[in-house]
């Protein structure tokens, strides 16, 4: 093991105390990890409602956004505030912007100016924050992280309770496609269901397991997907797992996927940690193709997986048929893929936020 690097900045992570994090709060505390000894996890909701940051850190680390925040918006704020206070940097990382409800970012908008830097979850949330007049208030102070998988392969599988209907629908010889990561309408799940449509109609026999849960606090998001199976007479070839606690379960259902789908609005872009963390399954993932050239060029990880063929791109307005045709190709290849160095690719992460940590 490499000793440690006593020029890299001491950080505070801020984090919350829930139990079942979210995508972006799963970064946050990898991250720290990733850090070791020199990064402190500041917890949310302490006894005076102030996250404690030690004072030899040199920099606070605050993603945004983080679901459980909603409960206590003035916690961040207030941590940023105590650690400019204290001559400490403020590093910023925004996972989404323009995507994000405009209460939600008008709620950050105190925030910015005590950013002594701010990192983006990809080329593309950097031009939306750049676009909007919030960007004003913010340092100029910017850079991309290339996000890393947000999960890593375990030694062991465990097959969870959910698996069961999996296992049901390949002994029957069904098409198994995967889906992975929280369920709501920006992400576009629903399009999934178009493909499966698709699918049934050239003659196969899919069966989507959709590994997540339902955005909570958004109306209707579980009454309309449900209404859309129903609507497309998919109601015995779609299940939706809900959370699923440990790494060991998702790989386990991972395993059961003949290939995993994705249709983004946007496409395709590098801030996608369950497109990498499906990669990792070694099956193959179609998606669609970014809306610009130069997405990945920050990202080692995506170019890796996208020049061995572990990511199948279709064209960026693929429609369900072309979809689903790119499925049935890519199981047919077959092929092994490339291993993922998911170590390496926190590394690189931790390197950009590094970079920023220090009070220029």
């Not at 950080?11 to 995508?23: I, K």
């Not at 208030?137 to 910017?142: I, P, V």
């Not at 947000?150 to 309770?161: D, E, S």
């Not at 291993?339 to 009070?359: K, Q």
């Amino acid at each position: 093991m490499p000793a440690p690097d006593q020029s890299a900045p001491s950080l505070a992570v801020l984090v919350s105390p829930a139990a079942a994090p979210c995508g972006v709060e799963a970064f946050a505390r990898r991250l720290a990890g990733t850090a070791g000894q020199r990064a402190t996890l500041s917890v949310l909701g302490g006894p005076d409602g102030l996250p404690r940051v030690p004072d030899a850190a040199e920099a606070l680390v605050l993603n945004l956004p983080v679901v459980a925040w909603k409960r206590d918006l003035a916690g961040p704020l207030r941590a940023a505030m105590a650690s400019r206070r204290a001559g400490r940097g403020v590093v910023l990382v925004l996972h989404e912007w323009a995507d994000l409800d405009w209460k939600r970012r008008a709620s950050y908008l105190p925030i910015l100016p005590l950013a002594t830097a701010i990192a983006f979850s990809s080329p593309e949330v950097a031009r939306q924050f750049a676009a909007s007049p919030a960007s004003r208030l913010a340092t100029s102070r910017r850079a991309v992280v290339p996000v890393p998988p947000n999960l890593t392969p375990p030694a062991m599988t465990i097959a969870p309770l959910q698996a069961v209907k999996l296992d049901e629908a390949r002994a029957a010889g069904r098409l198994v496609i995967g889906h992975f990561g929280s369920i709501y309408p920006k992400k576009q799940s629903t399009a999934v269901l178009d493909v499966a449509r698709a699918l049934v109609d050239s003659g196969a026999d899919p069966f989507v397991a959709f590994i997540g849960s339902f955005v909570k606090g958004l109306d209707r998001v579980e009454e309309d997907f449900m209404a859309r199976v129903a609507a497309l007479g998919l109601e015995d070839r779609v299940t939706v797992t809900g959370y699923v606690a440990s790494e060991a379960e998702v790989f386990g259902l991972f395993e059961r996927c003949d290939a995993f789908v994705y249709a983004f609005a946007e496409g395709l872009t590098s801030r996608r940690g369950s497109v990498l963390a499906c990669a990792l399954s070694g099956r193959p993932v179609v998606v669609n193709a970014p809306a610009e050239a130069g997405a990945f060029d920050h990202h080692p990880t995506y170019r890796m997986l996208l020049e061995s063929g572990a990511l199948k791109l279709v064209p960026h307005t693929a429609d369900a048929s072309v979809i689903a045709a790119a499925v049935l190709e890519a199981v047919a290849d077959g092929g092994r893929r490339p291993p993922v160095d998911v170590e390496a690719a926190w590394r690189d992460a931790l390197a950009v936020v590094d970079s920023l940590a220090r009070v220029a």
